[in-house]
């Protein structure tokens, strides 16, 4: 199996399916001849033609507004948004159209479409770059919204998102895109969207994290395991909405206690949702009150200060000991 | 009585009047410091005046048939329109948008559609809805708040409309681009109002129609209203077909309330889709005679004077001149047409009220082609409540 890069998987995940079906088609600013600013489109436009890589003109609210009309015409376009900040153009569309015409329509015109765009913080960037608001897309109804955290399940992901008959939002962690390598089957690899992973198995606390936080994630648990003899089980959540309730509700009712991490803003937050799953369906195993590290409620900061507002693995181990110590 | 006299207002070419744009040039270039940019020119279009004189050189020349049909579908939708009215004032209906005066316009932008070609209409339009097939009934399902109403009728690609002011016109646009990459010939009717125009998610579908050249024909009905803020107010300029030109888009006026100069508009605008041309827009002039909706009061924003001045434009009115001159029908089948529309409408209401059976379980349907399992669960938890209520 290959090595590749979060960049070349979802690239890979692209061409695999544009070259089995036709009706795939991409759109967006800068992914024809440029490649994508991230490169994720790099040699489609070659390979395809400009009948299904539309290099389009700069208005998010049209691009995605237009590729649900793609959709009802039976199309499966797959638009990227350039950064997930600028979804906010899109908003419109996404709530009035994408998220609606297949109950609007009373299922003649279902919409399968999978909106792309980069997401998180760590890059360095200006303003309007750095966002995580997957919370947005949880609350849409008629939305589905996943997030891979490296190569594999970016693939994997992709390829079920593309495939799905509802609209998917999805969000690549764009910190993630070129951080480290991973084997990547050459034929092509599916994952069941609404499914979490146990990325790591443990006894004594679980956590969950998603997207970019897998990494101070994970490395917060290896530190936990090691250096604080605390057996963390760790939960890749990977889709956002639908959410696999069942795989946190059964870590959760073994270990008796959880942390979650995240780097959006903390209210009304994927991790808020996944604190309320809990407390409905795991209430009577809590030893302890479910904790949170999260980012807060605040604008994304200029990025001379975003390794402060981020989650590191300190700040994981931490939360984690506080957690595995209350009583 | 004017008999078929041509009228003065022949299709006349305006130049629009602050098209010229000066371009500055760098002193040390040899050409003149200043040029003038031709943008192009905008058509205005009338056929048939409001007294029902045509002008012979432009008349489509229909057949008898045809022409009966469309004075049957106009009369139906006025007559349909005030039935509605009716009902909603019985609290038989919900909220309604009355299109009472744009007969012409909703009929005539329709008329060259064939079952392959899409319409996307924007909420105020009953009349071309009710061409394309939607039934009678099933509008009133619509607009007394039951799903059923929005069951799209088969055998044609219409689209349902959306409630948010131009909202449909981007996807609208996407579908005359989707047509455009699978090399089919059929069109695109998206229509919005004099509103819609301000909206920038309408200003990006021209765009994209125009750089993509997608079978898209933009029908901006101009009805002189935007709830309580007259088209004056909505835009600087008083022709709003240069939003079409601004983007590259061929763009023409029409007086929306002649039915022959909407036809001749709109089968021009498909020709141009089907041969590959790309977008068109057709700005309708018209005047929303009724309510907003019937949530609404007019009187609070404008006068009866001004209202009164555009009965005399009336789109039915002046047609049936043309066809009572043409001999094809006089006033006893006027008489005859009108009865049997309400007689229609009529039966179509025994039809809804038997129907009209709100489907509480029906709620969480058609969101995900399956429903995911946390939906589900609260699915569950619905029906229990309704269990509890005793509601079925």
Same mark, same amino acid.
């Given at each position: ?45 070659? %390979? ?5 890589? #539309?290099?389009? &003109? ?82 849409? &109804? ?6 891979? /955290? ?22 690549? &962690? ?79 009712? %073994? ?13 009304? /937050?994927?991790? /808020? ?12 195993? #809590? ?23 981020? &989650? ?16 | ?13 305006? !130049?629009? +009047? ?22 192009? =020119? ?31 579908? $106009? ?11 009716? $009902? ?83 996807? +609208? ?19 919005? *109002? ?61 007086? *929306? ?26 700005? @309708? ?34 047609? =049936? ?36 059976? @709100? ?29 509890? !209520?005793?509601?079925?």
């Amino acid at each position: 199996m290959p090595q590749m890069t979060m960049v070349q998987a979802l690239n890979l995940a692209l061409d695999q399916s544009m070259e089995s079906d036709d009706r795939v088609c991409l759109m967006g600013e800068d992914i024809g001849v440029n490649g994508g600013v991230f490169r994720v489109t790099q040699n489609l436009l070659e %390979k395809y033609g400009e009948d299904r890589v #539309l290099d389009t &003109p700069l208005a998010e609210c049209g691009i995605i507004g237009t590729a649900v009309g793609m959709a009802m015409y039976g199309l499966k376009p797959v638009p990227e948004i350039q950064f997930s900040g600028f979804t906010m153009q899109a908003f419109d569309q996404i709530e009035q159209n994408m998220a609606r015409m297949r109950n609007r329509s009373r299922g003649r015109y279902p919409i399968s479409m999978v909106m792309r765009a980069p997401y998180g913080g760590g890059i360095r960037a200006v303003e309007h770059h750095s966002e995580s608001r997957e919370a947005y897309w949880a609350h849409t &109804p008629g939305l589905k919204c996943v997030i891979p /955290s490296g190569p594999r399940s970016a693939r994997a992901l992709l390829k079920a998102a593309i495939d799905d008959p509802d609209p998917v939002v999805f969000y690549e &962690p764009k910190a993630v895109y070129r951080a480290f390598k991973e084997e990547v089957p050459d034929e092509p690899e599916s994952m069941e969207i609404g499914k979490a992973k146990i990325a790591r198995e443990g006894s004594d606390l679980t956590m969950i994290a998603w997207g970019a936080m897998m990494r101070p994630a994970a490395e917060a648990a290896d530190d936990l395991a090691d250096l604080h003899g605390i057996d963390v089980e760790l939960i890749d959540l990977l889709s956002i909405k639908p959410m696999d309730t069942e795989t946190i509700v059964n870590s959760v009712s %073994k270990t008796g206690r959880c942390l979650i991490v995240q780097e959006a803003p903390q209210t009304c /937050s994927v991790a /808020s949702e996944i604190i309320a799953r809990i407390n409905d369906n795991a209430f009577e195993y #809590l030893i302890a009150p479910v904790r949170r590290v999260s980012g807060y409620d605040i604008i994304f900061p200029y990025f001379q200060t975003e390794q402060h507002y981020l &989650p590191d693995p300190d700040t994981v181990i931490e939360a984690a000991k506080d957690v595995v110590k209350w009583e | 009585m004017p008999t078929r006299t041509a009228s003065k207002r022949s299709t006349t070419t305006e !130049k629009v +009047a602050e098209r010229r744009v000066t371009e500055v040039v760098a002193p040390e270039n040899e050409r003149p410091m200043r040029k003038t940019i031709d943008l192009g =020119e905008i058509e205005d279009l009338q056929i048939l005046n409001e007294e029902g004189e045509v002008d012979e050189a432009l008349d489509p020349n229909l057949s008898e048939d045809e022409l009966k049909k469309i004075h049957r579908a $106009m009369v139906m939708t006025r007559k349909f329109d005030i039935r509605m009215l009716a $009902m909603q004032r019985q609290g038989e209906m919900g909220t309604f948008a009355p299109g009472l005066g744009q007969e012409a316009t909703q009929i005539g932008q329709v008329y060259p559609l064939n079952s392959k070609d899409w319409f996307s209409p924007s909420y105020r339009s009953f009349g071309a809805q009710l061409w394309r097939g939607w039934t009678l009934d099933g509008l009133m399902l619509l607009w007394a708040g039951y799903y059923e109403g929005f069951e799209i009728p088969e055998g044609v690609n219409d689209t349902p409309f959306s409630i948010v002011i131009g909202s449909h016109v981007l996807p +609208a646009t996407g579908l005359g681009m989707a047509a455009k990459i699978r090399g089919d010939k059929s069109v695109v009717v998206t229509n919005f *109002g004099d509103g819609a125009s301000s909206q920038g998610a309408v200003a990006e579908a021209f765009n994209f129609a125009s750089v993509y050249k997608a079978p898209v024909i933009f029908v901006l009905e101009n009805n002189g209203w935007a709830i309580s803020i007259p088209a004056e107010k909505q835009a600087a300029v008083r022709e709003f077909a240069r939003r079409g030109a601004g983007f590259g888009i061929p763009s023409i006026r029409v007086d *929306g309330n002649d039915i022959l100069g909407m036809i001749v508009a709109a089968q021009q605008a498909a020709d141009h889709g089907r041969a590959g041309k790309g977008p068109y827009l057709i700005e @309708a002039v018209t005047y929303r005679m009724s309510y907003h909706t019937t949530a609404d009061d007019p009187k609070v924003y404008r006068k009866d004077d001004d209202v009164k001045a555009w009965e005399a434009k009336c789109p039915i009115r002046r047609f =049936e001149i043309y066809l009572r001159n043409r001999g094809i029908l006089d006033d006893a089948d006027f008489e005859k047409i009108g009865k049997a529309c309400e007689a229609e409408i009529l039966e179509a209401r025994e039809k809804f009220r038997a129907r009209a059976k @709100a489907k509480p379980r029906e709620v969480f349907d058609y969101l995900y082609a399956e429903m995911p399992p946390e939906l589900k669960e609260q699915q569950e938890e619905y029906f229990r409540k309704l269990d509890r !209520k005793g509601v079925e």
